[in-house]
C-alpha cells in the first residue's frame, strides 16, 4: 500500500515557524540591550550625585585660628602634671605588631569593603524595574535559545539568532537613544538579512 502523499513528516517542523522563533530570540536579546545599558548608565549617574553631595552635607565646620588657640591654652592649663609612674619603659607595655601584619590587615578590610559595596550596588540595581524588566526579558530569550537548538540544524539556529540580535540590537538603540542609523548600517543590515535568507533557502 502506498504511502499518501499529503502526508508531511512530523519531525520537520514549518519553516516559518522556527524562523519565527528564533527572530524572537533575536527580539530579546538584541533589542533589551539598549535599555538595559540606559539603565545601568542612569542609575551610575545617580550614584555619582549621591556620593558628590555627601561630603558637602556632612562636612563639619573648622574652627578658627584664635578658637583652636583659645582651646590649646585652655587644654594646657587644665592638664595635670604627668606622674613619674607615667614615664614607663615603652618595652615593658606593648610590643609593636610586624608590619606585614598591620598590611594583611588593611588588606583584607579593603577587599570586605569592596565586596560590601559590590553586593548592595548589584542589589540596588536590581530593584531598578527600568533595568530588571529587560534583563530578564534578555535571560529568558537565552533560555529559548537553548530550548529551540536541539530542535533544529545548528548551522541554520546560531547565524539566524545572532544576526537578528544585531539587526534589533540597532533598532533599539535609535528607539531608545534616538540615535541615526548610518547608510553603512542599513547596507550591513540589509546584507544580514540577505544572509538569512539565504541560510534558510539552503536548508529547505
Given at each position: 500500500?502506498a504511502?499518501?502523499?499529503?502526508?508531511?513528516?512530523?519531525?520537520?517542523?514549518?519553516?516559518?515557524?522556527?524562523?519565527?522563533?528564533?527572530?524572537?530570540?533575536?527580539?530579546?536579546?538584541g533589542?533589551?540591550?539598549?535599555?538595559?545599558?540606559?539603565a545601568?548608565?542612569?542609575?551610575?549617574?545617580?550614584?555619582?550625585l549621591?556620593?558628590q553631595?555627601?561630603p558637602t552635607?556632612l562636612?563639619?565646620?573648622?574652627p578658627t585660628?584664635?578658637?583652636?588657640?583659645?582651646?590649646d591654652?585652655?587644654?594646657?592649663?587644665?592638664?595635670?602634671?604627668?606622674?613619674?609612674?607615667?614615664f614607663?619603659?615603652?618595652?615593658?607595655?606593648?610590643?609593636?605588631?610586624p608590619?606585614?601584619?598591620n598590611?594583611?590587615?588593611?588588606?583584607?578590610?579593603?577587599l570586605?569593603?569592596?565586596?560590601v559595596?559590590?553586593?548592595w550596588?548589584?542589589?540596588?540595581?536590581?530593584?531598578?524595574?527600568?533595568y530588571l524588566?529587560?534583563?530578564?526579558?534578555?535571560?529568558?530569550?537565552s533560555?529559548?535559545?537553548?530550548?529551540?537548538?536541539?530542535k533544529?540544524?545548528?548551522?541554520?539556529?546560531?547565524p539566524l539568532?545572532?544576526s537578528?540580535?544585531?539587526l534589533?540590537?540597532?533598532?533599539?538603540?535609535?528607539?531608545?537613544?534616538?540615535?541615526?542609523?548610518?547608510?553603512?548600517t542599513?547596507?550591513?543590515?540589509?546584507?544580514?538579512?540577505?544572509?538569512?535568507?539565504?541560510c534558510?533557502?539552503?536548508?529547505?
Open positions: 500500500m504511502p499518501d502523499a499529503g502526508t508531511t513528516p512530523s519531525d520537520q517542523p514549518p519553516v516559518f515557524n522556527y524562523v519565527l522563533s528564533f527572530l524572537l530570540v533575536g527580539v530579546a536579546w533589542f533589551t540591550t539598549p535599555f538595559i545599558r540606559r545601568a548608565a542612569d542609575f551610575n549617574a545617580r550614584q555619582e549621591q556620593q553631595s555627601q552635607e562636612q563639619p565646620t573648622r585660628r584664635n578658637e583652636r588657640d583659645s582651646d591654652s585652655e587644654s594646657d592649663e587644665d592638664q595635670p602634671l604627668p606622674s613619674p609612674s607615667n614607663e619603659d615603652p618595652t615593658t607595655t606593648s610590643n609593636p605588631q608590619a606585614w601584619m598590611a594583611s590587615s588593611s588588606s583584607s578590610s579593603w570586605r569593603t569592596k565586596i559595596t559590590i553586593f550596588t548589584v542589589v540596588n540595581l536590581l530593584r531598578t524595574p527600568a524588566i529587560p534583563l530578564v526579558i534578555n535571560l529568558t530569550g533560555v529559548w535559545f537553548f530550548l529551540l537548538v536541539g533544529h540544524e545548528l548551522s541554520l539556529t546560531v539568532a545572532n537578528s540580535a544585531f534589533f540590537t540597532v533598532l533599539g538603540e535609535w528607539y531608545v537613544e534616538r540615535k541615526v542609523i548610518e547608510k553603512e542599513w547596507l550591513g543590515m540589509a546584507l544580514v538579512l540577505g544572509g538569512i535568507g539565504i534558510v533557502q539552503s536548508k529547505t
